[in-house]
């Protein structure tokens, strides 16, 4: 009886584990996009704080590329920078939590009841 509900409670874990690993995964994949992100933006803004004032600018948009004042480009690019920062710093937090779950999980299944299958493996 009570094999069986360390049985029950370590299928619940396991399933945790694997859904954890996951969105770790996936976390991690969001935030590499995002710093690449964020490294454009900052090699764009260092780019354009060389420049005159009176360069003439232009935005892409599409195949088109548009006449834009050096200040609203300068605006759009110290924005998308800080909106990548943000969004990275709220990242980390949703990982460091994901991580705290993980090793508690991955104790319990180094335990008693079943091997480790093969590609439940933690990335923390």
């Known amino acids: 009886m009570a094999d069986e509900a360390n049985r029950t409670a370590f299928m619940e874990l396991q399933a945790r584990m694997f859904d954890t690993t996951g969105k ?14 964020k490294k454009r933006a900052y090699l764009t803004l260092e780019e354009l704080r060389q ?8 935005k892409t948009v599409g195949k088109v590329f548009i006449l834009e004042p050096k200040s609203v480009l300068l605006n759009e690019q110290e924005q998308k920078f800080n909106e ?14 994901a991580c705290s779950v993980a090793p508690l999980v991955a104790a319990l299944q ?15």
């Open 110 to 124: 180094l335990s008693e009841l079943q091997p480790q299958p093969a590609g439940s493996r933690l990335v923390c």
């Open 24 to 37: 770790i995964k996936q976390l991690q994949t969001q935030m590499r996009s995002k710093e690449g992100e």
């Open 51 to 58: 420049l005159p004032d009176d360069t003439n600018t232009y």
């Open 84 to 97: 990548s920062e943000s969004a990275i710093a709220s990242m980390q937090v949703s990982l460091i939590s």
